[in-house]
């Protein structure tokens, strides 16, 4: 089945410390995105790409980094200079708007604390 | 700037007690409304997509209705199972990158 697969789904960070959270996905599809969710609050973009090799800033993109050399891959690095990265992270993918209106897909997340 | 709330924060029912939630949209044309439910720990599920105001769509005891400035989520004699986080977004016409604006959510509450 087609979906998309977050690991790990816990994961501790010390402080100074750069983490990576993994998201892979088989939909085949263009574009991938990273959304923090807080409790009480809504999910906010930390980063996206419509294609292989370009990313994009979201709202929330300082202290975070991102690659995307493959279409299934989209992983996303939590640096030591974000300084509240305690959080649950949510990577998402969806079909390009030029071939209509469509959703995400959402991954079952990633629950990052820092020790 | 595009803003979407959802209201209320929480809402605790009875089973077999019919509600409605509410998400409030402002938004510079509207591409598509799309409704996600979020069990704790879990990442969302997609329930609807609503294009135009008028529309309404139907899964189970849940239906989705959408006007020019708001959507409700209609839950019809809610079950325990129903209890979830649910969550709005917009789809707004300007943007070619098919991001999504989220509101808050509702965390529902369906007691036996």
């Known amino acids: 089945d087609g979906g998309i697969t977050q690991s790990p789904k816990y994961l501790f960070r010390k402080e100074g410390q750069n983490v990576t959270l993994s998201c892979e996905q088989n939909?085949?599809?263009?574009?991938m995105y990273w959304y923090r969710q807080d409790p009480g609050q809504g999910l906010r973009l930390i980063y996206y790409?419509?294609?292989?090799?370009?990313?994009q800033k979201g709202d929330i993109a300082e202290g975070y980094s991102v690659s995307r050399e493959k279409k299934e891959s989209f992983p996303l690095t939590v640096t030591s200079a974000q300084k509240n990265p305690t959080a649950f992270y949510l990577c998402?993918?969806?079909?390009?708007?030029?071939?209509?209106?469509?959703?995400?897909?959402f991954g079952s997340g990633t629950r990052l604390t820092v020790v | 700037e595009d803003q979407v709330t959802q209201s209320p924060e929480a809402l605790r029912l009875q089973e077999g007690e019919s509600s409605s939630l509410n998400c409030s949209y402002t938004?510079?044309?509207?591409?598509?409304l799309f409704w996600y439910r979020q069990d704790p720990g879990k990442g969302p599920e997609f329930l609807f997509t609503?294009?135009?105001a008028g529309e309404e769509k139907e899964k189970e005891r849940l239906k989705a209705t959408l006007t020019k400035k708001e959507s409700f989520l209609h839950i019809t004699a809610p079950k325990p199972e129903d209890s979830a986080t649910y969550l709005c977004?917009?789809?707004?016409?300007?943007?070619?990158?098919?991001?999504?604006?989220f509101g808050g959510g509702t965390r529902l509450m369906v007691k036996p």
């Open positions: 998402a993918s969806s079909i390009p708007t030029r071939q209509g209106v469509h959703g995400y897909t």
């Open positions: 939909l085949n599809h263009d574009a």
């Open positions: 790409s419509q294609i292989v090799n370009d990313f």
């Open positions: 938004v510079s044309g509207l591409r598509g």
């Open positions: 609503l294009y135009s």
């Open positions: 977004a917009v789809q707004p016409a300007w943007n070619a990158g098919n991001m999504l604006t």
